[in-house]
């Protein structure tokens, strides 16, 4: 099993960036898929998660409305859109797959919101 | 929500002691969804424990996990050199909460 993210960056406060994920070595339609964030020095916060077919979408209140999960099943891959950027989103993101807990983690992708 | 407190915040311990981490919710964890991970600087968790008490695929028997509603432990049995990180609890499910985290370091 592989989980690969990509995509982070540096970016201005109100900014927008796009976080894809591809992943490999298991049945990418199986599984719900999920985003977790870490601030730098802080412990790990839930962010988004989405449904095999892409029908169900759930996020953290902090990030409704700014960020959308989604997935594309015939290229094993799911994003993450982030929009309106603050300060208080960098992070590293990872992208998991989740068997009901977090089975598989990526290695991260940092997104530095500043100025 | 459940909020998931984890104690102490920072154990310091020898190769070969036992570690107990704690875990407890503000309210009882549906179908004990609990999950525990190990973090090591610079690396993206590995999940240990989930179901409360399951071993995940290749973890180690000295790793073992107990508890049911809101309390519950992660155990070491005997540490070893590569067991001293960051320990996060975590309920799965419907939502997804994780605890502040457990640092375990070397004395």
């Known amino acids: 099993v592989q989980v690969v993210e990509s995509g982070g960056g540096l970016v201005q406060p109100g900014g927008s960036l796009r976080l894809p994920c591809v992943v490999s070595g298991f049945r990418f339609t199986d599984f719900w898929m999920t985003w977790v964030r870490q601030a730098p020095g802080k412990g790990l916060e839930w962010v988004a998660k989405?449904?095999?077919?892409?029908?169900?979408?759930y996020y953290v209140d902090s990030v409704k409305g700014r960020f959308t999960i989604s997935r594309d099943n015939s290229k094993n891959s799911v994003f993450l859109d982030m929009n309106s950027l603050r300060a208080e989103d960098t992070a590293v993101y990872y992208c998991?797959?989740?068997?009901?807990?977090?089975?598989?983690w990526g290695q991260g992708t940092l997104v530095t919101v500043s100025s | 929500e459940i909020v998931l407190t984890q104690s102490p915040g920072t154990l310091s311990l020898s190769p070969g002691e036992r570690a107990t981490l704690s875990c407890r919710a503000s309210q009882s964890v549906s179908n004990n969804y609990l999950a525990w991970y190990q973090q090591k600087p610079g690396q993206a968790p590995r999940l240990l424990i989930h179901g409360a008490s399951s071993r995940a695929t290749g973890i180690p028997d000295r790793f073992s996990g107990s508890g049911s509603g809101t309390d519950f432990t992660l155990t070491i049995s005997r540490l070893e050199p590569e067991d001293f990180a960051v320990y996060y609890c975590?309920?799965?499910?419907?939502?997804?909460?994780f605890g502040q985290g457990t640092n375990l370091e070397i004395k």
């Open positions: 989405i449904n095999t077919d892409g029908s169900g979408k």
């Open positions: 975590q309920q799965y499910g419907s939502s997804q909460i």
């Open positions: 998991a797959r989740e068997n009901w807990a977090i089975d598989y």
